[in-house]
């Protein structure tokens, strides 16, 4: 396409469908032609426009999705207001590129840090073909062909406490892409950096999981457990697979407080709550509430954690960042890490505010 005679490089784009989605996942985006019918629509489904990540185009809007499995489309809508892209056979820019017609394509609420922004769901439930009679042709790309892969048996969940065998993604542990966004920024967030951390970052690891499922046995977290030792691996003193799986148990037996009730996290939720007002004002209390227990007046405070406290979605939690420091309310220590080995909030500390004396209780 770069070679076409007369291609102008005007900046970027991404192919939709398989080309971009992976494992029974299309990516998909609505192209809303107005942004009337685009408000419209994100009225009926404020969960879902919070947070699929939404570009900003010179006449309207774009909206980015995964659809679970399906056959490529592209379906224009019939009353002209744009059309649905699930196809690789399509594209579309992505900012900051420069529309032919003028003007600039930019996100309404700041980039996606991850993958795992982008909402999986189900077509139905989108609202996005609202409008569409069940008469409308939909113009489907059938599905190559492929030789039928090899179907390896997986290996039952072991007994707690016992060591799963070293098995390999092919023997039926799956990879990261395969799970749940939660699960994966667990993972994550929970990954050593040096050596003499492993059992305190898998009890890191066991109070995140114990949020998404404080019932399951240590066996139901053998896929998680296994990636997050492959991640660490290279860092850790004992690099064996039996040892990590024996140390996570250890920690899933004891730990009875999941992150979610870790008193820095209750006590900004508290804050956020008596102070009322919009996002930024609950964001701000419960700044000034962590700024007062943290030893040093620094805090750690990932995107997610800020929305979770703020009650909006993480990507608008990060324009809700990004104005305090602006307003020199906040000052930014250490950026976090955003990338898909790991993940590391970023410290804050107040701007110009005198750090606090903290005596322990």
Known sequence: MFDRAGTRLAG?????????GGRGRLHTVRDFDTLGTYHTWAAARPRLAADAPTVLTPRGAHVHVFLRGGDEVRLPMPDGSGELRASSRCYTLLPPSLHPGGGRYRWQYGPPLAVSDFPVVRLADTGLLAGVSASVTVAVRPRRQTRPKPVHPTAPSPP????????????GVRGLDDLPSGTVEAVLQTLPRRAGEREYRLLYLARSLLDLAPDAPAAYWVAAVRYWWKRAAPVIGTPEWGATWRAFNRAWGR???PVSASRPLALMTGAAAAAGGGPADRLRAACQAITGAAPDGRFHLSCRTAGQVAGVSKTAAAGLLAGLMEARFLDLVTPGTRGAGSRRAAVYRLDRAPLVAFKQP
Do not use: F, W
């Open 12 to 20: 970027l784009a991404a192919l939709h469908g398989r080309a971009s």
């Open 160 to 171: 707690d406490g016992m060591c799963p065998p070293d098995m390999t993604m092919q023997d």
């Open 255 to 257: 730990c009875d407080v």
